[in-house]
């Protein structure tokens, strides 16, 4: 599902005041970022940073971080309207991580089991839904960008932040061999002594 033609957008607190004014929020609202505290490397510090950011054209956003047990399952069960989540897929799929991520919720097929936002968009349910069973795989990965598309710029469903870096260390003198995966598991098989 990627798509190089997507550009990122740029940060410009006046094109956001100017939309919010257009939308009828010329005074912004006030809305809560939930997130959790003890998931993911600084995310209390990125939720607060995205609060300041949100001031600065006028939306007041109270911030409610909680420990990961109490986050998560409110994420699922939908309770959330605005939350900072952490997103990974080892398969490396757009399809299965937007299934998860974005399409509208639908407990009985398993969709949209973290879209706790509840975000939804027909036209992006539909065609999800057919690159399930789509065999030719170029096929697919232009629907899967167009969905893409659809998804990061026509209705801006999430906000990616940043891809958070994972560290390893390994002692020089312990003659150990591992290289890092992708996917980001660590395979203990994978790990040896050289």
Known sequence: GYNANIKRLQYNPEEAKRLLKEAGYENGFDITLTGP????????????????????????????????????????QGKLEFYLLGWFD??????????????????DKGFGS?????????????LLEATASMVDQEKRKGVLQYINKLAMVGSIACIPLHYQQ????????????????????MVFKEISKQ
């Open 37 to 76: 505290n003890d998931r993911y490397v600084q995310d209390e510090k990125i939720a607060e940073a995205v609060v300041k950011y949100l001031a600065k054209v006028g939306i007041k956003a109270r911030l409610d971080v909680k420990p990961k047990a109490v986050f998560f399952p409110e994420v699922f």
């Open 90 to 107: 080892g398969t490396f799929d757009m399809g299965r991580t937007y299934f998860k991520l974005i399409h509208t919720r639908d407990k």
């Open 114 to 126: 973290l879209n706790g936002a509840n975000f939804t968009n027909p036209d992006i349910d539909t």
């Open 166 to 185: 994972d560290i390893y260390a390994i002692q020089k003198d312990r003659g150990v061999k591992f290289q890092p995966r992708p996917d980001r598991w």
